[in-house]
């Protein structure tokens, strides 16, 4: 069964402060890793889609990295703006539909 | 105007009481999702399709129904509301094979159930 798990569950930073979030799968074959940002009481936002190890993309302050059993979104000098929870999923080729993580809620303070 | 929308975006209702909520997009995308968020659960699958023709139980169908009347229309259907489906809804769409997979929220129906 494909899993997802996201660490921390919630992090703090002042702004400027720079900082990874991690997620951690397992998955039968892997057709994508997607990062979603969400904002409270609003839809996921897509970020991101990593499809093999080493792959890597950025967009603004955020980074993600993808290895065989984990992927990162490095959040360099992070702004208050960038508080949101961000969720991690991943599309195996046993399955047709995204598996998904609880997130990491992020809190950047000024 | 946004891609994927949802109406109502707020409801409450009694226990008890049938309940649709749909899902409009303009995305042209063949697949389409109906996902429940709980606080500490994440995102789970409901129902999807995949066309017109096409529905599949996800997950945590138990008490839910749906209706894919149009390639841009997917309804979900609580037939008999009880409490604990009180939680945020959220419709998806995504494009059929190829590289790219990734899926498209709409801004969610927030529902509870009394």
């Known amino acids: 069964e494909d899993q997802v798990t996201q660490s921390p569950e919630a992090l703090r930073l002042q702004e400027g402060e720079s900082s990874s979030l991690n997620c951690s799968y397992t998955v039968s074959g892997l057709r994508g890793l997607f990062w979603y940002r969400q904002d409270p009481g609003k839809g996921p936002e897509f970020l991101f889609t990593l499809y093999s190890a080493g792959e890597e993309k950025e967009k603004e302050r955020l980074k993600a990295t993808l290895t065989k059993k984990e992927s990162f979104l490095h959040i360099t000098a992070p702004k208050p703006e960038d508080s949101a929870t961000y969720l991690c999923?991943?599309?195996?080729?046993?399955?047709?539909?995204?598996?998904f993580g609880t997130g990491t809620r992020l809190l950047v303070s000024p | 105007d946004a891609d994927v929308t949802q109406t109502p975006r707020n409801r409450i209702t009694k226990t008890g009481k049938r309940i649709m909520l749909e899902c409009s997009q303009t995305k042209g995308h063949d697949r389409m999702y109906w996902y429940r968020q709980d606080p500490g659960l994440g995102l789970r699958l409901i129902y999807y399709?995949?066309?017109?023709?096409?529905?599949n139980k996800g997950e945590i169908s138990d008490g839910y129904s749906v209706s894919r009347q149009a390639q841009a229309k997917f309804s979900l259907s609580l037939e008999s509301a009880i409490p604990n489906q009180t939680a945020l809804y959220f419709c998806?769409?995504?494009?059929?094979?190829?590289?790219?997979?990734?899926?498209?929220f709409g801004p969610g129906t927030r529902l509870t159930v009394l």
């Open positions: 999923a991943v599309l195996g080729t046993g399955f047709q539909k995204l598996v």
């Open positions: 998806a769409t995504s494009d059929w094979g190829g590289v790219h997979n990734e899926q498209f």
């Open positions: 399709s995949f066309d017109v023709k096409d529905i």
